[in-house]
């Protein structure tokens, strides 16, 4: 068991519809990291937030969101889904910035009909 | 854009055998390296990290990886394998002076007795 805790672990939703993946990090840490996991793909770097502050972005389209709130617990919104955004969405957590060990969740994952 | 590169996509050894997964990364300055490993319907755990000082590093399970700046490689090997080492490997980069952690496309471990 990491210490992060991701909700929900299995999503089925429709095209068009929007989620929200939610992400407790492990007590202390401040960074929130989130990937997106799929077949063709790999992992990708999504977004990560340090203390509440948003301090990298990657591959994240414009139809995803995230924030990371006071009590430091993240989420994902995921809006106007579509097919090809059935995936296994992960979130990480570290103690530190940046250079530190990252502490995964199990991971949510969605799929698109 | 900075990025690692993992050469092979599966790669399979027999019990016992040494275990070399090839990891290259693309920047003039060092940049934080990580290696992690992700067992089936698990999420990603950490192997190793180099951040600076020794460029040997060791890890858990019998795994070490030696930062070679000349080659730009952050190669992992472990002397014998063994059948739980089998699972699937990422090579991660956080490029010089960002809060990002990239990974690598992945190589699978196979493991044969």
């Known amino acids: 068991d990491s210490g992060v805790t991701q909700t929900p672990k299995h999503l089925i939703t429709a095209t068009g519809q929007r989620v929200t993946l939610r992400c407790s990090p492990r007590?202390?840490?401040?960074?929130v990291y989130w990937y997106q996991q799929s077949l063709d793909q790999g992992l990708q770097f999504l977004i990560h937030?340090?203390?509440?502050?948003?301090?990298a972005k990657g591959n994240i389209l414009e139809r995803f969101s995230a924030q990371q709130f006071p009590d430091l617990h993240s989420e994902l919104n995921l809006s106007s889904l579509e097919l090809g955004d059935s995936a296994l969405y992960f979130c990480?957590?570290?103690?530190?910035?940046?250079?530190?060990?990252?502490?995964f969740g199990e991971g949510s994952r969605l799929t698109v009909l | 854009a900075q990025s690692v590169t993992q050469l092979g996509s599966h790669v399979s050894v027999s019990e016992g055998a040494l275990v070399l997964l090839r990891c290259n990364y693309s920047?003039?300055?060092?940049?934080?390296l990580f290696w992690y490993v992700q067992y089936p319907n698990q999420g990603l755990q950490l192997l190793l990290k180099?951040?600076?000082?020794?460029?040997l590093v060791k890890g858990i399970n019998g795994f070490e990886a030696e930062f070679k700046k000349s080659e730009t490689s952050f190669h992992l090997t472990k002397p014998s394998a063994h059948m739980s080492d089998a699972a699937e490997y990422f090579c991660?980069?956080?490029?010089?002076?960002?809060?990002?952690?990239?990974f690598g496309t992945g190589t699978r471990l196979q493991v044969f007795p």
């Open positions: 990480a957590s570290s103690v530190t910035q940046v250079g530190g060990e990252l502490f």
């Open positions: 007590s202390g840490d401040l960074s």
């Open positions: 937030y340090y203390n509440g502050e948003e301090r």
């Open positions: 920047s003039s300055v060092p940049p934080y």
């Open positions: 180099y951040t600076t000082g020794a460029t």
């Open positions: 991660a980069v956080t490029p010089y002076n960002t809060d990002k952690l990239i």
